[in-house]
C-alpha cells in the first residue's frame, strides 16, 4: 500500500464532499478547540450556536450603522458532528430586510482534520438581527438603493 492510499484510508470522509456556495459570502474561519467538545467528543452544539450568531452578524452589521441585536434563530440544523481540528468556513447572504431588522442565511462548512481541501456542510441557519438605538429599542434601517431592490424581490 503506498504513503498516499493509507493516509486516505486514515481520514475517511462521512459525508459526501460538496462545492463551496457562491451566492454567500465567506463571514469567517475558526478552528474548535478540545475545551469546545461536549461528553461525546464532538463540539458542543452551543459553541457552533455562539460562531453562526457572530458570523451572521457580519452581514447586516454593514447596513445597520450601530447597535444591533440578535433577536430571533428561526432555524437551526446540525446536519453533521463537528469535530476538533476541524477548519469551519462560515458563509452568509442577506435574505431580508426589513424596516427594523435583518435576516441572513449561514451556512457551515468543515475541513476535515487531515481532509483538508474537501468540505462537509455540517450546519445550517436562519437569523434575524434589530437595529437598536441607545435605549435599545428598535431603530429604522435606512436602506440603500440596491438593498431595496432586493427586499422588494423578497416580498414577490
Ligand atoms: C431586539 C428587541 C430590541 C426588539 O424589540 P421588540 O419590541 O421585540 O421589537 P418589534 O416587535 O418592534 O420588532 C422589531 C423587529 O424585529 C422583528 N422580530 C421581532 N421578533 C421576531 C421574531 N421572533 N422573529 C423574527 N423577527 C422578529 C420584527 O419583525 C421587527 O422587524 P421589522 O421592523 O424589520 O419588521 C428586543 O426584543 C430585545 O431587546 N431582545 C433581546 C435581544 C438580545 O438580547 N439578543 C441577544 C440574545 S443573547
Same mark, same amino acid.
Given at each position: 500500500m503506498s504513503n498516499e492510499s493509507s493516509a486516505h484510508a486514515a481520514t475517511p470522509l462521512d459525508a459526501p464532499t460538496i462545492g463551496l456556495p457562491k +451566492?454567500?459570502?465567506?463571514v469567517l474561519k475558526v478552528i474548535p478547540m478540545? %475545551? +469546545?467538545?461536549n461528553a461525546n467528543g464532538d463540539i458542543f452544539g452551543g459553541w457552533v450556536m455562539a460562531q453562526v450568531d457572530l458570523a451572521g452578524s457580519v452581514v447586516p452589521a454593514r447596513y445597520v450603522d450601530g447597535r444591533m441585536a440578535? *433577536? %430571533? *434563530?428561526n432555524q437551526f440544523v446540525f446536519k453533521q458532528p463537528v469535530r476538533v481540528g476541524d477548519i469551519l468556513s462560515f458563509f452568509s447572504s442577506l435574505t431580508r430586510i426589513g424596516n427594523t431588522s435583518i435576516t441572513v442565511q449561514v451556512e457551515v462548512y468543515a475541513e476535515r482534520f487531515r481532509s483538508q481541501g474537501r468540505y462537509i456542510k455540517v450546519t445550517e441557519a436562519s437569523l434575524t438581527y434589530v437595529a437598536i438605538d441607545d435605549f435599545g429599542k428598535p431603530r429604522k434601517i435606512v436602506k440603500p438603493d440596491a438593498v431595496q431592490v432586493l427586499a422588494a424581490q423578497d416580498t414577490m
Open positions: +451566492d454567500k459570502e465567506l478540545p %475545551a +469546545d467538545c440578535t *433577536v %430571533a *434563530v
